[in-house]
């Protein structure tokens, strides 16, 4: 709408964490828009916390404390146990996600199986997610005071009048 109405793209856009998807920041990155968001594009989301608890996965067999071999493409478990490479799942925007497994006779062998794959039958299977460039630049920046300074201006000029429209105008 902004590029419809004047004719290009903004050189800077500042938004709240709704509108900082991996989608929003890829897209942004592509006009060769300066994004500032909401940080939370990098981390697990906490709904991958809660699938872990359910399957009676404990932390420290969770996916981050598996160790990654690039040159042998492999992660390692906790307890030693390596998992090969299986596919890459289609992409979504702004990540690319890696399927490694563990062989299901290794798991069932393993003293730490109530604790690192507790239901499973065929083995542990690990998703190991990379940001895309974009992403992982936009992550990087988002860490520098500068951008952090500009993220928190968007409080006082957005915040406030959504504030008020909600308790002067009741628009909700």
Request: aromatic share 8%.
């Amino acid at each position: 709408e902004v590029k419809r109405r004047n004719g290009k793209y903004p050189q800077q856009v500042v938004a709240d964490g709704a509108y900082s998807t991996r989608e929003d920041i890829v897209k942004a990155a592509k006009k060769r828009v300066d994004f500032f968001g909401a940080q939370g594009a990098g981390g697990a989301p906490q709904g991958v916390k809660k699938a872990y608890a359910r399957r009676g996965v404990t932390p420290e067999f969770q996916a981050e404390r598996f160790v990654l071999n690039p040159q042998t493409h492999t992660l390692t478990c906790p307890r030693g146990q390596r998992l090969v490479y299986q596919q890459a799942k289609p992409d979504r925007v702004g990540v690319r996600r890696h399927v490694y497994g563990a062989r299901a006779a290794d798991c069932r062998a393993c003293a730490s199986r109530p604790q690192g794959c507790p239901t499973s039958q065929q083995g542990r299977t690990i998703v190991r997610t990379e940001n895309s460039p974009e992403v992982a630049a936009f992550l990087e920046k988002m860490q520098t005071p500068e951008a952090q300074k500009i993220y928190r201006e968007r409080a006082r000029v957005a915040e406030f009048t959504h504030a008020w429209l909600k308790a002067k105008i009741g628009l909700r």
